[in-house]
């Protein structure tokens, strides 16, 4: 145990022995799949017209904000450029499936069905479609287990998207699936409602992706910090599908560009904008 | 000795489902409940076929399940173990009680497991309970060996390998 903890000698036999246990994970998994696929046969037209139909919005809807996003994008760069620094704003990702949960109560991970096969790599960031969701904690051939942003020994660095007040958001204590934002001092400016966003820091989540909203906040005057809580926005329990990052995340402070390269190709991607308009 | 082959299969086969329980996702309220499938599977077999399963196989079957659950390799390994030892110093007695006398006994001895487990924990720095919410699985434990002693028993005899 020891040479597992302090030194990683097992990596290997880990490995090997991932390799055996993957069937088991499908095996063990089957009932939810059966579950869900035998729900998706059993929907009746009607339901797959309505659902359609509500896809259809969303994804209108999406490539309206879109549209947006990409335009705001393009100015972002331009103004990031004009401070000769460099920085990543969109990401590859690698869609996964979540094929099983860590039987410990108390610990909060989740197994995903890709592995060192497909690329996956110790701290890979794992993004759900609402916000972040955790990290790649051990690579096995074809599984990985994440470590979700919920569990106890697991801290986010966040800042406060309204004015980048920068906090730490450990998984709470006591079980729940709920956030604790630590060493939040009371004159911090945090509010219930509060959107957090990754900040970055520590280098291994991307920045500014959702990760909690801010639920309750409490100050007391004998307390050196304040005790605030924090909802996270991805579906951490309901979710089936993640993202795994591709490339790790850009460094937080700025890095100085070749200003001839990017002016130019900020100027390309400024004028297809203007031709798309 | 004809029946060999096929006893020891079934033993892995036991061993296989039970490592499948371990991992099956629960709801969550029940994941706090959930019955150490393989310590019972590990205490039938120490106390009716000592000569085939002993500490070492129960080893084994930690090893497996540390596998399964992700878990510091030698956990479950050292607590299967420790179950083993324990299930073979009073086989003889587990043997003579009736099936509700021996849930008793199987309440300390999981509960022994658990405890050894929750203390590797805290020595080395991993995530565990707070409470005392830890021992909750010896009770299911022992709700659940009636089941586990009925299920094999009728199995080993339907097979007619004693």
């Known amino acids: 145990m020891t040479a597992d903890k302090r030194f990683g000698y097992m990596d290997h036999a880990r490995q090997a022995l991932g390799l055996v246990a993957t069937p088991f994970f499908w095996l063990a998994d089957t009932p939810a799949r059966v579950g869900s696929s035998l729900g998706e046969i059993f929907v009746s037209r009607t339901e797959l017209l309505d659902e359609n139909a509500r896809l259809r919005e969303e994804l209108m809807l999406s490539r309206q904000q879109l549209l947006l996003a990409e335009s705001l994008t393009v100015e972002n760069n331009r103004l990031l450029a004009l401070q000769s620094a460099s920085a990543l704003l969109e990401q590859e990702v690698l869609p996964a499936e979540i094929i099983n949960v860590s039987p410990d109560p108390y610990s909060r991970r989740v197994l995903i069905n890709k592995g060192s096969q497909d690329g996956v790599f110790v701290g890979q960031a794992v993004l759900e479609a609402n916000g972040l969701m955790g990290q790649v904690v051990q690579v096995m051939p074809f599984s990985s287990w994440v470590l979700l942003i919920t569990d106890a020994s697991h801290v986010t660095p966040v800042e406060v998207s309204r004015n980048g ?113 | 000795m004809a029946g060999s082959v096929l006893f020891n299969s079934l033993i892995v086969l036991s061993f296989i489902v ?43 079957a930690g090893i497996m399940v540390d596998a399964l659950t992700g ?76 089941l586990a002693w009925v299920l094999l028993g009728g199995l080993v005899r339907t097979l007619d390998l004693n």
């Open chain 2, 71 to 146: 878990s510091l390799f030698g956990l479950h390994a050292l607590g299967m173990a420790l179950v083993a030892w324990l299930a073979l110093r009073l086989r003889l007695r587990l043997r003579l009680f009736g099936v509700f006398q021996q849930a008793s006994v199987i309440l300390v001895i999981i509960g022994l497991q658990l405890l050894l487990s929750q203390w590797l924990q805290f020595l080395f720095d991993l995530p565990r309970g707070t409470n005392m919410m830890f021992l909750a699985p010896a009770l299911t434990s022992a709700l659940f060996w009636p």
């Open chain 2, 18 to 60: 039970a490592g499948l329980m371990a991992i099956v996702p629960l709801p969550d309220w029940a994941i706090y409940y959930r019955p150490e499938w393989v310590a019972l599977v590990v205490v039938y077999w120490v106390v009716n076929n000592p000569e085939r399963v002993g500490i070492g196989v129960a080893w084994m």
């Open chain 1, 165 to 277: 007040e920068r906090a730490l958001a450990r998984g709470s204590l006591d079980g729940d699936t709920e956030l604790d934002l630590e060493f939040v001092i009371p004159t911090q400016d945090i509010e219930v409602g509060d959107s957090l966003i990754s900040s970055g820091m520590g280098q291994v989540y991307p920045k500014n992706y959702p990760v909690a909203e801010v639920v309750s906040v409490r100050r007391s005057s004998g307390q050196p910090y304040a005790t605030i809580r924090a909802r996270p926005m991805a579906q951490v329990w309901s979710t089936r599908h993640v993202m795994l990052v591709l490339e790790a995340a850009e460094p937080d402070f700025p890095v100085l560009a070749d200003e001839t390269d990017s002016g130019a190709d900020e100027e390309s991607s400024l004028a297809s904008v203007d031709s798309a308009n």
